[in-house]
């Protein structure tokens, strides 16, 4: 890919796009940012802005007043820094949930970028109370009708997972609810394959749903008609890097980040930080029960070396972290991902029974086309429809939107 476009921005926590890509949402300290986006040129540009709720007694007060409801100044200061964005196709709203159940809906009024309407969403009083869990990933089924919600406890580690029914855009119904840790709370189920529980997928027909933790890959079994879920594969990802890697499993130093499916929806990609490490699954054969096809914890003849595995186009880099998948290729089994200061494909070669990392490049090295990659904050990332363009965000408190364009869909590139 290549660098287009890179905006400085303040206090970015997460972006998402819409299923048209006609607009990119970019999610901050204290505001919703909207851009219209170019179909031809994937250029953005932007296009308004909404404020998050007010943060201040005065303005809590007024709004109580006039009878509408509204997040109150502790529960609206939750959302500062990191709060996690989704777009539903099927109900055409952007959902943006934060620490401990705060919950918004952004619904466009008409079309119109500027004019958005926000709601408080109702989680239902029978939510469980969250704790310190932050959101790490929300998914919508491809019908629109349930929610599916991952968190992490950060000083505990402990997952969680709430299955939501949509009864309306702005309103949540609690179906299921799971945790890792003990609870006295009779609705919510011990799961302890959820320890350590950082990413989410969904296959394309919605009937599996696949989960990372960092040592684990869970699949859950999705049941259409109530959205109830139930785990019927756990496989220690741990213990399998360490084998396909010849080393123990205390030397693999196993940290998984993030997890995803290929364009055709048959290969599933799980991206590690520090190495990195990636690996593939085969799920067309047998969904239930993902296929190990390779690693990359083998890829190099040194032991030593083994931790740091990236075959690149000039070098292979020490070491990355808070890498995330990014996008996927139309044309080829691979996927993008993006670190902290880095990029790179990983790419499931089905001819030669072979995964490959390639086209790194970040710190201290440009891409192909001798662009150098800005680096500035933890990625996240989401790719246009059409595959043509992905739209990066470096996260901090001064941040960056990066826009980088497909190689292949290049018009103008040099040799």
């Avoid at 296009?47 to 502790?74: C, Q, S, W």
């Avoid at 139309?330 to 494909?345: E, H, P």
Wanted: charge should be negative; aromatic fraction near 8%; glycine fraction near 8%.
């Amino acid at each position: 890919m290549c660098v287009g476009l890179r905006r400085l921005l303040r206090n970015l926590g997460d972006i998402a796009i819409n299923d048209t890509d006609t607009r990119l949402f970019l999610n901050t300290r204290d505001s919703l940012r909207l851009f219209d986006r170019d179909a031809a040129t994937g250029v953005v540009a932007a296009a308004g802005e909404v404020m998050h709720p007010p943060t201040d007694d005065d303005a809590a007060d007024e709004d109580a007043a006039d009878g509408e409801a509204i997040l109150g100044p502790e529960e609206a200061n939750l959302f500062e820094g990191d709060h996690l964005l989704h777009w539903s196709a099927a109900n055409q709203t952007l959902y943006a949930f934060g620490a401990r159940g705060v919950a918004l809906a952004y619904r466009e009024t008409q079309g119109d970028a500027v004019e958005v309407e926000a709601c408080n969403v109702e989680l239902g009083e029978d939510f469980p109370d969250p704790g310190d869990t932050v959101p790490q990933r929300i998914i919508t089924d491809p019908s629109g009708s349930f929610l599916y919600l991952f968190g992490n406890a950060p000083i505990t580690n402990e997952g969680s997972l709430a299955v939501l029914a949509i009864d309306e855009p702005c309103s949540l119904s609690l179906v299921q609810a799971m945790t890792a840790a003990t609870v006295g709370d009779d609705s919510v189920s011990t799961q302890t394959e959820l320890m350590g529980l950082r990413d989410a997928t969904i296959s394309a027909d919605g009937s599996h749903i696949y989960a990372l933790s960092d040592q684990a890959l869970v699949t859950f079994s999705r049941e259409a008609e109530t959205g109830e879920l139930a785990i019927v594969s756990n496989i220690d990802l741990n213990e399998l890097t360490a084998s396909d890697a010849g080393l123990s499993p205390f030397f693999s130093f196993l940290s998984m980040t993030s997890v995803t499916l290929d364009a055709g929806g048959n290969t599933l990609f799980a991206i590690g930080d520090g190495l990195p490490l990636v690996l593939a699954f085969d799920v067309a054969q047998d969904p239930a029960t993902p296929a190990f096809l390779a690693s990359t914890a083998a890829d190099a003849e040194d032991p030593f070396e083994r931790l740091f595995p990236l075959p690149s186009h000039v070098y292979r880099p020490f070491s990355l972290f808070g890498c995330s998948a990014i996008g996927q290729h139309r044309t080829i089994t691979a996927v993008d991902a993006a670190c902290f200061d880095g990029m790179f494909v990983a790419r499931w070669d089905s001819d030669k029974d072979q995964l490959l990392l390639s086209d790194y490049f970040g710190f201290l090295q440009p891409d192909r086309f001798g662009t150098q990659l800005p680096t500035g904050g933890l990625p996240r990332g989401v790719q246009s429809a059409d595959g043509g363009h992905v739209y990066v965000i470096q996260r901090g408190e001064i941040g960056a939107l990066i826009t980088l364009e497909r190689a292949e869909n290049m018009t103008d590139a040099g040799d």
